[in-house]
């Protein structure tokens, strides 16, 4: 099942509205965020901690550390 939402947060006094996907696969779960044309999936790790991958590549070097934080952050606290 997909659920798709905006996804809005701030980040160094500017707004992000980012379009997004909630997806459920199998006992866990993924969130597919669009950003600047890469969909990024954060999901759990091995230790029950969000990461983050760039779904084109296995990282995401370009984007700044503390962004991809905040969208962490806001995700948790939706939960």
């Given at each position: ?12 006094d ?11 696969t ?5 969130f597919?965020i ?8 954060i ?14 590549t ?11 934080q ?10």
């Open positions: 099942m997909e659920n798709s939402f905006t996804l809005s947060f701030e980040y160094k500017k707004p992000y509205n980012l379009d997004s996907v909630f997806m459920r199998g006992f866990t779960h993924q597919h669009l950003l600047d044309g890469n969909t990024l999936i999901e759990f790790d091995e230790e029950r901690n969000y990461r983050v991958i760039d779904a084109n296995t990282k995401t070097s370009n984007i700044e550390t503390d962004l991809l905040a969208m962490v952050n806001k995700i948790i606290s939706l939960q």
